[in-house]
């Protein structure tokens, strides 16, 4: 069981960050977070911290 969090955490940030990216750029309407910048922002951080999630899950899962 080493590592599920980690990585159930990772892959929900990257989908979570990527929404929110696409979100904030504007090709999904129909929602508060639509053309707004700060979202559009926040989005790939979110992505860069869900990967490194991913990536630390994937070592202690190897261990």
Known sequence: ????LRLTVGLLAV???A???????????GSALTDERLWAAAGPVVVL???VALWFGMR???R
């Open 49 to 51: 911290i869900g990967l």
């Open 19 to 29: 929404l929110w990216t696409v979100l904030g750029l504007g090709y999904v309407e």
């Open 1 to 4: 069981m080493r590592g599920w």
């Open 60 to 62: 202690a899962r190897r």
């Open 15 to 17: 989908v979570l960050g």
